[in-house]
């Protein structure tokens, strides 16, 4: 006599419908929800209704989930065509990687701190690298600039999708109490600054924030 079923060794319905992507989608929502110290395989198992051990068929550990993460969000950038100058496709590049960083702005510091190896992360650093190399620097000079370009743009995102009383806020009632404060702060610099300090304009600085990396950029090529 025999009790096996037909069902017997198959996995639960949630992990038979696992992917990649599905753990991705997963990962990022832990991210926008709790921040990426709140990523683990437990927690991303939970969003997806399943046991954490079933992710190790798709990803390697809690490393493995911030990669896929970066390579998503770097995979996600719709690269502009070249057109031959150096400030233009640059600038063009800088712009497509902002889209994605701000659909899930609290991944973004990902791209800076992750090893990525698969052909769409890699993809945006070949573009940028092309542009730079095609511009005469050596791939050493060409790396570093690179690294100061990302750097810069990371930086100045997760600035604009915190930007808070620190950094100056849009509503009005906000702007006018954060600048009094600063008027009053006893400090002759600050309190000129003020009306400016108070303000904070995200497309403004990121544009502010593009152009002077790339002055300094083309500088250093001179």
Not at 7 to 27: D, F, K, N, Y
Not at 160 to 181: H, K
């Amino acid at each position: 006599m025999t009790t096996s079923t037909g069902r017997r060794g198959r996995p639960p319905r949630g992990e038979s419908q696992l992917s990649r992507a599905a753990i991705v989608t997963a990962t990022l929502r832990v991210i926008d929800e709790s921040g990426v110290g709140a990523v683990s395989m437990r927690a991303v198992g939970r969003v997806l209704g399943v046991d954490a051990k079933s992710l190790y068929n798709h990803v390697d550990g809690k490393d493995g989930l911030l990669d896929a993460v970066a390579e998503h969000l770097l995979g996600a950038i719709a690269l502009p065509a070249r057109t031959g100058d150096l400030r233009a496709d640059l600038r063009a590049i800088a712009y497509a990687f902002r889209q994605p960083a701000l659909a899930h702005p609290e991944a973004a510091s990902l791209v800076l701190t992750r090893q990525l190896s698969s052909l769409a992360a890699l993809e945006p650093v070949d573009a940028v690298l092309a542009v730079l190399l095609d511009a005469g620097c050596s791939v050493e000079e060409s790396v570093r600039l690179l690294r100061m370009l990302v750097a810069t743009l990371v930086g100045a995102l997760l600035r604009e999708v915190n930007a808070g009383p620190t950094f100056g806020t849009t509503d009005l009632a906000g702007i006018a109490q954060r600048r009094a404060v600063l008027e009053r702060s006893g400090l002759p610099a600050v309190a000129a600054a003020a009306p400016d300090l108070a303000r904070f304009d995200s497309a403004a600085e990121y544009e502010f924030a593009v152009e002077l990396v790339l002055d300094a950029l083309v500088a250093r090529l001179r």
